[in-house]
């Protein structure tokens, strides 16, 4: 008797499986290995060594491939340790659950009137596809002709040295002008003096509706906004690629230590109004990477923000649900690990921030029937403590005040164009005093690692000569920085 191997046809003794892969074969065409292909195999070859496959038995050998190629700090969690303070209760929701948050608002964003009004989008409307998973675009930027524009307003600014040790002075931000056709036209600026002047740098108008961006070092940097693709550039703003993020847009983006890490959103489908809250995630990566889909080391569910706060080289992600708490992640070893629940704070922070030059120190405000409370944490969120602070009623508003912080001792609340300062730990705070030139709603704040204070106007600015507000002195001075001089 003939022996039959396993999967051949008993009556033709073929084999079915060599015959469809024999098929197969035959229909492949031999290309040239020019440069966009090999750019392909060595991008998939990273990707390849860090993919999170779906069985659980490949996750454990793909974690351990990962320390052993990327060290420790690159290895994504595929679920969150342990609460970085007490033990999360059982009646505490888990910090991964989806259902921890409410999903019925959507994200708010700088320049869709969609994006920060549900209302605003239409129920029948649902959005399909996703910008960057189509094929890598490169597109080379021109430099402008002429001065900054007038009616110009500013979106962000970055500073471009990779270490808080030397201050070079160069600072880059987007500039945005009216554009009939998209609406608004990005701009890439540049300044030498540290955000006092600014210059043209590149037209951005090929890269759509960016209005984010961020740069690690002169040449190195990212530009993205909420109806926008990620773009990258390694030559100061003269071309720019696409990278894909398996996500609709990019939310957050951080480097330090060659380690990037992003928070992106996705919408679910949209048929009724208001429209659900879209699924935000945490990319862990290499900041060479020009594919993060494989980078995922966090699913946080859905989510009206996301951001990264970072102090030096410790970073945390804060998420806000639909009625306006905040969720804090620490990165601590490579891992995404939530903080302590606050006490005496039922509903969850309303708003969170690092002190820049003690990261561990954080600063947590509590909105309840008692008003407006302080909580701080001394050891990176793994446990907080009420403060003894009373925050100044003026800064107090239909929303909660804007935070930031240098040190333990400092704090710094902007409301809806006043501030206060406080630089002993809220013993004392400074007199009622507005920005100079709020003639609208400051809207988001900032400290740089060279421990400069910037404040952004809403884009309904209403001066034209408004850029944005930047301290110097800790908040205890300001200056109007103006798109044109």
């Known amino acids: 008797m003939n022996a039959q191997w396993p999967g051949e046809d ?46 659980a038995g490949g996750l454990v050998a793909a974690a351990a491939a990962l320390a052993v190629v990327f060290g420790p700090s ?69 430099v402008p002709e002429g001065e900054i524009p007038d009616g110009a307003w500013f979106t962000d600014t970055t500073t471009a040295d990779p270490t808080p040790d030397t201050d070079s002075g160069v600072r880059l931000g987007l500039v945005a002008r009216d554009c ?28 759509g509706l960016v209005d984010r961006v961020l740069f690690n070092d002169q040449q190195r940097g990212w530009a993205w906004g909420a109806k926008a ?39 679910q489908r949209c048929t009724t109004s208001p429209c659900p809250l879209p699924d935000v995630s945490v990319v862990l990566t290499d900041p060479l990477d020009t594919d993060w889909s494989d980078g995922v080391a966090h699913d946080a569910g859905p989510a009206a923000t996301a951001e990264v706060l970072e102090a030096g080289t410790t970073r945390y992600v804060t998420t806000t649900n639909a009625t306006g708490q905040v969720t804090s992640l620490r990165l601590q070893d490579g891992r995404l690990e939530a903080t302590a629940e606050l006490s005496e704070c039922a509903a969850g922070p309303v708003a969170v ?72 730990g809220g013993q004392t705070w400074t007199a009622e005093e507005f920005l100079p030139g709020a003639s609208a709603r400051p809207e988001r704040i900032e400290v740089t690692q060279f421990q400069e204070i910037v404040v952004y106007p809403t884009q309904g600015r209403g001066d034209p000569d408004l850029g944005y507000w930047r301290s110097g002195d800790w908040g205890a001075t300001w200056d109007v920085v103006a798109p044109q001089q």
């Open 10 to 55: 008993r009556e033709t003794g073929r084999d079915p499986v060599e015959e469809f892969f024999a098929a197969h074969r035959a229909q492949i065409q031999d290309q040239d290995p020019d440069e966009l292909t090999w750019q392909r195999i060595r991008d998939g070859r990273r990707r390849a060594r860090s993919h999170r496959g779906a069985w």
């Open 74 to 142: 690159l290895v994504p969690d595929a679920d969150l340790p342990d609460v970085a303070g007490p033990a999360t209760s059982v009646t505490d929701p888990s910090p991964t659950d989806p259902s921890a948050t409410d999903p019925s608002v959507t994200d708010p964003g700088l320049t869709d009137p969609s994006a920060t009004d549900p209302s605003a989008t239409d129920p029948g409307e649902t959005e399909s596809g996703d910008p960057t998973d189509s094929a890598a675009e490169t597109v080379s930027t021109p």
């Open 229 to 267: 693709p990620l773009w990258a550039t390694t030559d100061g703003g003269a071309t720019w690629s696409t990278v894909a993020t398996g996500a609709r847009r990019v939310l957050d983006v951080s480097v330090r230590d060659d380690v990037l890490l992003a928070t992106t959103a996705t919408d």
């Open 353 to 424: 921030t690092v002190s820049m030059a003690t990261p561990e120190h954080l600063v947590a405000l509590c909105d309840d029937e008692r008003g407006i409370a302080v909580q701080e944490s001394a050891n990176g969120g793994r446990s907080w403590t009420p403060g003894n602070v009373i925050v100044p009623s003026f800064v107090l508003g239909e929303q909660p005040p804007l935070l930031a912080s240098l040190d333990s001792e400092h704090l710094l609340l902007v409301g809806e164009g006043n501030h206060a300062l406080t630089t002993d």
């Open 180 to 207: 009939p056709a998209n609406g608004f036209c990005a701009m890439l600026v540049r300044s030498a003096d540290g955000g006092i002047t600014w210059a043209p740098q590149a037209d951005l108008e090929q890269l």
